[in-house]
């Protein structure tokens, strides 16, 4: 998120405002959340004021370029066509400001645990690789994309020694998949995120 609290930020479905009403407790003072369900939007109103229902590619084609510091999409790509996030890329990159990020979380399909997040929701369509997801963002103009591996995030209790163990697993994993398949997976997450910067 953006450091400077007063900056435009967007979450894209954002469902019934939990990430709204976390940035409002964080101090941001300029957020705004777009959904399409009548449901989610009375719910996010419990939440937070500033909230519209519209199809989020109807929402981003009719903004403003270089309107907005940060876009956010939890869980919402898998949900929709490659077309629809061809476009999504496309109209992303036009609204953000020099140096605003996209921020995607999905289904991580480098990781060979990813059908535990792609198929436990029968309205998943697809999910994307890091590789892909790099060359896409090319494609659309953006300066890079970084990714984080969510594998440390969900650990409770006891961290202090379970974040070790969790990395020297993962390392062991690594060293294993590449010997014998040459593939060099570095995030094993289920879910990944995905920071798109203009």
Known sequence: ??????????????????????????????????????????????????????????????????SVDAIVAIDL????????????????????VPGGRLIMRCPNGD????GRNLFNDITHIWC??????????KMHGYSSAVFSDECDAQLTGARWWKIPVSKLARGFLKSFVKTASRENIEFWSPGIWAFLIK
């Not at 777009?34 to 084609?61: M, P, R």
């Open 1 to 66: 998120m953006p450091k400077d609290r007063s900056q435009r930020v967007v979450e894209l479905a954002c469902g019934h405002g939990s990430l709204l009403w976390l940035l409002g407790q964080e101090g941001y003072t300029n957020i705004l959340g777009i959904d399409s369900s009548d449901e989610q939007i009375t719910a996010a109103k419990l939440v937070c004021d500033n909230v519209e229902k519209e199809d989020v590619t109807a929402w981003l084609s009719k903004s403003s370029s270089d």
């Open 77 to 96: 790509i898998e949900h929709i066509s490659k077309d629809d996030f061809m476009e999504l890329l496309k109209e992303s990159k036009r609204v953000l």
């Open 111 to 114: 990781s060979p645990f990813v």
């Open 128 to 137: 994307y690789t890091t590789n892909c997801m790099r060359t896409l963002s």
